[in-house]
């Protein structure tokens, strides 16, 4: 059975933040990054597939668009998403490019978020 992948749309806004003074954000650029990731992250489809490409060493768009119910456009443009953000590498192989999650990337966002559930439940 192949799995159906439904969303709803929703729309991103960058709110600007302060980098120094009483209100700034101690570690902007590391919190970027990790916004950056996590907003990839942020979309069904994407879990799945790098949920799908975790359970094999590699996959070309092909073997991906056969396991889900989305087109080939589609899983292209979320795969470009994905490595844009550093969590998925990008290895050309002849005529057929291979796609792998990056897990040292992952166990990144993995710690951060630790950290900041940490941080901010500490307190209790």
């Known amino acids: ?16 933040f302060e980098t ?17 990731r996590l907003a990839a992250l942020s ?23 056969d396991r889900f119910d989305l087109a080939q456009s589609t899983v292209s443009q979320h795969l470009k998403i994905l490595v844009e953000a550093g969590l998925v590498r990008f290895e050309p192989d002849r005529q057929r490019s291979r796609y792998a999650v990056d897990r040292a990337a992952l166990a990144e966002i993995s710690a951060s978020l630790n950290a900041l559930v940490n941080s901010c439940c500490s307190g209790r």
């Open 43 to 65: 979309h069904p489809a994407r879990i799945e597939i790098i949920k799908h490409l975790s359970a094999s060493n590699s996959c070309c768009c092909r073997e991906v668009v």
């Open 1 to 16: 059975m192949v799995p159906t992948i439904g969303y709803r749309r929703w729309t991103m806004i960058d709110i600007p």
């Open 20 to 36: 120094h003074g009483p209100n700034a954000i101690s570690s902007a650029p590391d919190s970027r990054a990790i916004a950056a």
